[in-house]
């Protein structure tokens, strides 16, 4: 990785335009190394720009103070490009011809599933966050770290190590995070901007869906479900369905958890995930779904009563 | 501080019997604390014990290896007795006795309120943890980490920082967690013991009262409750709906939040939360109550419906 890193600072050092591109649906990661290293650069005199295809979510406006731009149709190109936090075209689609418009290209990632195909390729599964990786560079670049740079660095592991709480925490997060807070990052302000702007029907949503939670397999598994008319009365989308699983999943004594949304009267997507061990996956392809042991899901085209008993059939059988 | 620890590091060494008294309902940082200092004492061939007045909570039981005992009405005297966590025998109402009897008393905490009735009092308020006290009191005395000692460490951190997130974490705690983590401490691990353990009915129990949230005052307010019989219903305890406020204080917009707690059909128990500037004292301090700026509470003898138009009124006035 060493000296992948040496070779981004050798084209960023002769480039002058850089192009950041931070995949659609920008999370804390995302935003959070693109703005850091958008910063950086332009300590270095260089012309940087975070290049999005929609707004900056909400909750990472406190980062992007008017950093981004969205013309990516008729912007000139750049010297060189960077796909940050992702490395397949697939995610950032409508940026995809102005990505490979530029003289060099360059990947900064942590997703196994990032594919090589950059004049630079940066994936390292091992790091946190891409946050991570944007540290180590800036460091390389030798450009001095200060309050904005760390608390955008901050952000990103924040968010990709869920509160430092997840297994991807390594000694040497920790000692980062303890540097950015030296250099005047503060922790609870972070945390305030990301995590503390729920929306009232996000909450509520999140709250009828843990209602519905049901222990069965003598509390071995749980299952929960949202109904399309909850969506539609609190004014949601799909997405604020996002990590209402885990609700189900850490309750105590649970193994294997279900969360069915209601896309329809008949249409039905399930989600299965597993605490420890159990393979989930398995159900998943008998249903032409897909997924890996762990978290897997599929589409079931039944009413939700039924969709649930069948789930609930399957799961034991992963005990 | 340095001096103090050095002190209770001199009182350490002179004693054998050395109990240790986190306080009554222990969190993690009592427990944590008191762990991690018993089994330092143990590889300085001390005899120490550590004293409670209950059962160890059921997502502390990984800290606690049979290491505690109940037996204080019969044990003999120490030589050494540490308050753990709190600097107030009403802390620790029936080991009280046991705890003065000691030749040498001394109170290792954080806690602003705590009292200098020791021998040796160690009251650091700046420390985000007691456990942050007993890493140094740990240094002072030579004693090598090891994994366990590093897990209890890391979960008297991880407990009374939010996960890192409150503003009591410094760069320093970041430190020092870097450190047990080099050791061995397994950060996942102990989040899931700690926070994935939460029965069912606890989970409903939030949830219902999420879903009470009423926003007011064009959302900068919200006001949240729980009624009895939802308490009798799941058979939850009234120390169940700790943390409750904390969701309605965190909703997108919300400045201040309210949590009524119904106690009996007219005795309505209320708490109240600013997130940035308000002073809710004074509300406390109109209807008899106490608490500070940030964090207050009263008791109103009316029913529910009546006490909600009351604190909605008044809570507007702090704006």
Not at 17 to 34: Q, W
Not at 216 to 225: E, L, N, R, T, W
Request: hydrophobic share 40%.
């Amino acid at each position: 990785m060493k000296e992948k890193i040496k070779a981004l600072k050798k084209a960023i050092l002769d480039s002058e335009k850089i192009y950041l591109f931070p995949h659609v649906n920008p999370d804390g990661d995302a935003m959070g190394a693109s703005v850091a290293l958008y910063l950086a650069l332009r300590k270095l005199g260089k012309k940087p720009e975070i290049i999005l295809e929609e707004n900056s979510p909400a909750n990472f406006k406190f980062l992007d103070k008017d950093y981004s731009r969205m013309d990516y149709d008729s912007i000139e190109s750049a010297d060189l490009s960077i796909a940050i936090d992702n490395g397949d075209p697939n995610r950032f689609p409508e940026r995809k011809e102005l990505f490979f418009k530029a003289a060099v290209t360059a990947c900064l990632d942590h997703h196994r599933t990032s594919k090589d195909i950059f004049d630079i390729s940066i994936i390292v599964p091992s790091a946190a966050a891409t946050g991570e990786l944007v540290y180590e560079l800036i460091k390389e670049l030798e450009v001095e770290l200060d309050v904005e740079i760390a608390e955008a660095i901050y952000t990103a592991i924040l968010t990709d190590t869920g509160c430092f709480c997840y297994s991807n925490v390594t000694s040497h997060i920790h000692g980062i995070a303890a540097e950015l807070m030296e250099v005047g990052a503060r922790n609870n302000y972070v945390y305030r901007m990301v995590y503390e702007t729920q929306p009232l029907y996000k909450v509520k949503l999140r709250s009828m869906a843990a209602e519905s939670i049901e222990l069965f397999a003598d509390g071995k598994c749980a299952i929960c479900h949202v109904k399309k008319r909850w969506l539609d009365e609190l004014g949601a989308q799909k997405g604020d369905t996002d990590g209402i699983i885990e609700i189900a999943r850490s309750v105590a004594g649970v193994k294997l958890a279900a969360f069915l949304r209601e896309e329809d009267d008949e249409q039905i997507k399930v989600s299965m995930r597993v605490s420890d061990e159990g393979n989930v996956a398995q159900i998943a392809e008998k249903y032409g779904g897909g997924g890996h042991k762990k978290a897997a899901g599929f589409t079931l085209m039944l009413p939700l009563n039924e969709a649930m008993e069948l789930v609930k059939k399957e799961l034991v059988t992963c005990l």
